[in-house]
């Protein structure tokens, strides 16, 4: 497999790592949206959050929370924007799961997560889409 992520977890590529345990692993984006932009994968190849097994959710959000509030303090951030892309369609641009850690900053110009898609359904539409999520 040819996955630049699947590499840096096997050791064969440096990465920019700032956490690792036995699952998951933390690294700083090579193309940062801000400083301390990090994002966490599992070490295992999978595409997508769906993808992922239920034994490694966890460990991998876990692993989110305490790189986030290190990012947080590091970098003396207002806040963070976490995200996952899943599927070309969302932005993936990398197919391997990975969770950005984005600071966040008074007056940065960055929108919300809801300003990334404005296409409001109706009401009628939420009322359907409700009913056939319910688990």
Same mark, same amino acid.
């Given at each position: 497999m040819d996955c630049l992520f699947?590499?840096?977890a096997q050791g064969? @590529?440096?990465?920019? !790592? %700032?956490?690792?345990?036995?699952?998951v692993m933390a690294l700083l984006d090579i193309q940062p949206r801000a400083l301390g932009h990090?994002? %966490?994968i599992p070490? +295992?190849?999978y595409t997508t959050l769906l993808d992922l097994p239920d034994n490694l959710v966890e460990s991998l959000f876990l692993a989110v929370k305490k790189v986030a509030e290190k990012v947080k303090e590091t970098v003396l951030a207002d806040g963070?924007?976490?995200?996952?892309?899943?599927?070309?369609a969302s932005g993936q641009e990398v197919d391997h799961l990975h969770i950005h850690? @984005?600071?966040r900053f008074k007056g940065d110009r960055g929108g919300s997560m809801q300003?990334? !898609?404005s296409n409001t359904p109706s009401e009628k539409e939420?009322?359907?889409?409700? +009913?056939?999520?319910?688990?």
């Open positions: 699947c590499k840096i064969e @590529i440096k990465g920019g !790592v %700032v956490y690792e345990d036995e699952k990090t994002f %966490v070490k +295992e190849h963070l924007t976490i995200g996952i892309n899943q599927g070309r850690i @984005i600071p300003s990334v !898609v939420r009322k359907i889409i409700r +009913e056939k999520l319910i688990l």
